[in-house]
């Protein structure tokens, strides 16, 4: 009961700060120029003749991946920035004293706060991906091996981000939660590329690098899951083994072990900012 | 079994608050250290001191907020660790803040829902309109001034039916007409037997409105007492002529006595019995002194406040 009063209130507080417009806007543009920009592809001229359409699918199977890449990014951003003042701005503001002054659970609080901020975030990258699965469905014709999984993952992909954008703020301000998540975002992808560019290389040491970064923080992992869903398995095929390092191309599926690390890392990190939460002065 | 619960339901209702030997620590900083005290159901008590004497830290500690380093806590007769604790009180924060993107008959909403009470419509709009925001029902809490927040703050005190209402400077914000409003709600909350926790710095606030005073200094409880036992003395202040050595002795046996030219000043006991001053009177103009003037003379609170924060109290306080 606190728990849907608490998440309700933090999904209106997305609606009324127009942070859902500001979204709406930035999305429908990208999906129109997306859109655009994939109907350029078929009978494009390149160094190696106009591409056909089968080519330009192939093409598309990866631009896709690209441009999730960015709703990810945004949805991340977007729901860090969110949960980063939803902890530490109330306490700090003084919000938090009268509502956790009421006969509530503080657990009940966060656990509100943290299923309205999914449901804002996972709202926002299926609703989103999905469009923009339909736009190149309509321009060029393509459509992923498996939509639904991949849009799952992109979602278990900022849960996993917000869910440590709560603990942070729960024990930093609100400013500096939402920059260090992020910036954590940012350098396990980075820290993924440049394991993929271990493989390719043979390197196992820096192979290693993507590895132990996506254990720590699931998002990279989650990523290659959706992308590995999203792209057309030809891509692979053409582009060989070890797909070159190539960003935006995954080589397998996601094991049912690294899922299930997910969501026992999930169920930790909350856990554990329910642990400091509990304990904070306010 | 019903016997029991017969047995329980007659015994007088658990206070309102209590806590004894609260204690919190801030690094080496001691904030609070020692700290009980009692307020009945019913009873208004002010929370007085100088600021960092640890009046806030107390307040947040009986409200689950802060966590103490050592005490206990009993609201309205349970422990404070458990949330239901909180299920009758109302808490207006000296750091007073609300959504600013809801309006306030939502935040009431809110704080119905969260205390799970059961409020109509029609009781939240009579709570704002106490507390002077009834043509602001639908307005932004975002476009108010700190004024109009801290009323907000009252009505959200007020409106879950509290049986304990904790008010930490609840009109620090406020108009000279707001205060006037915040001491009207006080008294009409204590007519109607709900406990009022009043942390303020205006004292003549506190002294109108409050039945007892906990004096905090430097995180300890300097003293404590009703307003009669505070204000102790009741003093008389008299201008005498022809006083000679018998009416100074009727003087003396009145009470402790000092002298200032033809002012003379005695201290009596703090209950009025109504018949001291009068037969004094009546001695001394019996004995042939000629009585110019008599003034009764009550300690203020500032002052007793401000002697106990000096330590140039002759004795302790009691408790």
């Given amino acids: 009961m606190i728990v849907l009063t608490v998440a309700g209130l933090t999904l209106r507080e997305a609606f009324r700060r127009r942070v859902v417009w500001a979204l709406l806007v930035l999305t429908v543009a990208l999906l129109v120029l997306s859109g655009w920009g994939f109907s350029k592809l078929i009978g494009l001229d390149t160094d190696l003749g106009t591409m056909t359409s089968g080519e330009a699918r192939l093409v598309a199977s990866l631009l896709i991946n690209l441009i999730m890449f960015g709703f990810s990014l945004i949805a991340a951003i977007g729901t860090a920035f969110l949960a980063g003042p939803t902890l530490a701005g109330e306490v700090e503001s003084g919000q938090a004293l009268a509502m956790l002054a009421r006969p509530v659970r503080r657990s009940s609080v966060l656990l509100g706060k943290w299923l309205g901020l999914l449901t804002f975030g996972c709202g926002y990258v299926i609703l989103a991906g999905l469009a923009q699965l339909l736009v190149v469905r309509a321009v060029v014709g393509y459509w992923p091996p498996s939509p639904t999984s991949g849009l799952a993952l992109l979602a278990a992909e900022t849960v996993v981000l917000l869910t440590l954008a709560l603990l942070l703020s729960s024990v930093v301000s609100p400013m500096a939660s939402g920059i260090i998540s992020v910036g954590l975002f940012g350098a396990t992808w980075v820290a993924g590329v440049v394991g993929g560019i271990g493989g390719a290389l043979g390197n196992e040491g820096v192979e290693r690098v993507g590895t132990v970064s996506r254990v720590i923080l699931p998002t990279d992992g989650l990523w290659r899951g959706a992308m590995n869903a999203f792209q057309d398995p030809i891509a692979l095929v053409q582009m060989g083994p070890g797909e070159g390092g190539f960003p935006f191309l995954s080589e397998a599926p996601l094991t049912p072990a690294y899922l299930t690390w997910a969501a026992v890392w999930i169920a930790v990190i909350l856990g554990l900012t329910a642990l400091s939460f509990q304990r904070r002065d306010v | ?61 009986l409200l689950g907020l802060v966590r103490p380093d050592a005490g206990e806590v009993l609201l309205l007769g349970r422990r404070a660790s458990d949330p239901r604790s909180r299920s009758a009180v109302g808490y207006l924060p000296e750091l007073f803040r609300y959504q600013p993107w809801l309006t306030p008959t939502e935040v009431l909403d809110l704080h119905v829902r969260l205390a799970r009470a059961d409020v109509t419509a029609a009781e939240r709009e009579e709570c704002l309109a106490l507390v002077g925001l009834a043509g602001r029902t639908g307005d932004r809490v975002g476009g108010f001034s700190k004024g109009m927040q801290q009323r907000l703050g009252l009505a959200v005190a007020l409106v879950a039916r509290p049986e304990l209402v904790v008010l930490d400077e609840p009109t620090s914000a406020l108009d000279p007409v707001g205060r006037v409003d915040v001491r009207d709600i006080v008294l009409s909350l204590k007519a109607r037997g709900v406990a009022v926790l009043l942390n303020s710095h205006l004292i003549g606030e506190v002294e109108r409105v409050c039945d007892r005073v906990v004096i905090l200094d430097r995180g300890r409880v300097a003293a404590s007492g009703t307003l009669a036992e505070l204000l102790g003395q009741r003093e008389v202040r008299l201008r005498l002529a022809g006083v000679d050595g018998a009416g100074e002795d009727r003087l003396r046996a009145a009470g402790s006595l000092n002298r200032s030219g033809d002012w003379f000043t005695v201290q009596l006991a703090s209950e009025d019995d109504g018949v001291t001053v009068p037969d004094l009177v009546r001695d001394l103009v019996g004995l042939g002194v000629r009585v110019h003037a008599v003034e009764p003379v009550r300690i203020s609170l500032e002052e007793r406040l401000l002697a106990v924060l000096r330590h140039d109290e002759p004795e302790a306080a009691p408790r």
């Fill in chain 2, 1 to 61: 079994m019903t016997s029991e619960t017969g047995a329980l339901a007659d015994l007088p209702p658990s206070p309102a608050v209590w806590c004894s030997g609260l204690r919190k620590r801030y690094g080496r900083r001691t904030a609070v250290e020692e700290v009980s005290f009692t307020v009945a159901r019913g009873e208004v008590l002010g929370l007085l001191g100088p600021n960092g004497a640890g009046k806030t830290s107390v307040i947040k500690m």
